[in-house]
């Protein structure tokens, strides 16, 4: 049989998470009896060996480890669409129903271009709320998969765009961001090398899925963390050219003249049905 229930999903990818059956049945508020049971009956049912069992304890079979790739995908899209499927049945303060989509952004990227996007479709009829949700350094696509966004503004090359519908909205190229009296700010331009190599000024360090990568300079938890350390003399930051919008008295921008350009999306997950958001893109690429 191909059909597998999002229970049984349940209680294996619990299962295959912990590798442990008595800790995977307290996690999902079951007693063990029921939820070998129910493991051996999914084995039956699709044909395949998923768990090797022996005195050491539990471990996947290859099988079992696609399914339980396969399964964390299937379970999150799940979510998902329950998640999408509340907000397209909200209703507003009238008690009718209100359309509303979740537009990720990386905080304080693309600024003037989300601000135009923002006006041009409320200024739409019919237009649905929009919750502008700020993230961090690549989450956007993890915010689309699993439903707390409905629609995103990406950028390349930091975000892969795979499993998303795309339109290219904006190519822009890059600036260092300096403390304003240093000497390298008078340049007209500068290179990523000039940048990576600035006597006690590194580069700040961005989170990527979690951890930061390797380097000298200090970690970035927040737009407001790093104006402030630019502006202190403490490190240099790479962005995009519309990062201008947010710099403070105390920075100078730089253009990079040997920087690969920055292109800005908005992306969405490819089965989408939603008319809202067919408005919103529209608006988007008419920009």
Known sequence: MDTLETRELRYFVAVAEELHFGRAA???????????????QLERRIGVSLLERNRRGVSLTDAGD????????????????ARRT????????????RNRL???VKAAASHELLQKLLDAYAAE?????????????????????????????MHTPFN???????????????????????????HKTLSMADVGDIPGLPIARW??????????GPEIHDQTQLAQLIALGRTVAVFPDSARAWLWAEHAAVPL??????????????HSRSLALAGLIRTATQL
């Not at 307290?26 to 051996?40: D, F, K, T, V, Y």
């Not at 040997?258 to 969405?268: E, G, L, R």
């Open 125 to 153: 009829p019919d237009a649905a709320e929009i919750e502008v949700l700020p993230s961090g350094m690549c989450e956007q696509a993890e915010l689309l998969r699993d439903g707390r966004a409905d629609v995103a503004l």
């Open 102 to 104: 979740v537009l990720a």
């Open 207 to 216: 989170p990527s899925h979690g951890t930061y990568p390797p380097g000298q």
């Open 257 to 270: 003249a040997d920087a690969s350009p920055i292109v800005t999306h908005i992306a969405w997950p490819a």
């Open 66 to 81: 696609v399914l339980l790739h396969e399964g964390r995908a299937a379970l999150d899209a799940t979510a998902a669409a």
């Open 26 to 40: 307290e996690r999902l508020g079951m007693a063990q009896p029921p939820l070998s049971r129910a493991i051996q």
């Open 160 to 186: 892969s765009l795979a499993g998303f519908d795309s339109e290219e909205l904006m190519t822009e190229g890059r600036i260092a961001i300096l403390p304003a009296g240093h000497p390298l700010a008078a």
């Open 86 to 97: 509340r907000r397209a049945g909200g209703a507003d303060s009238s008690g009718g129903p």
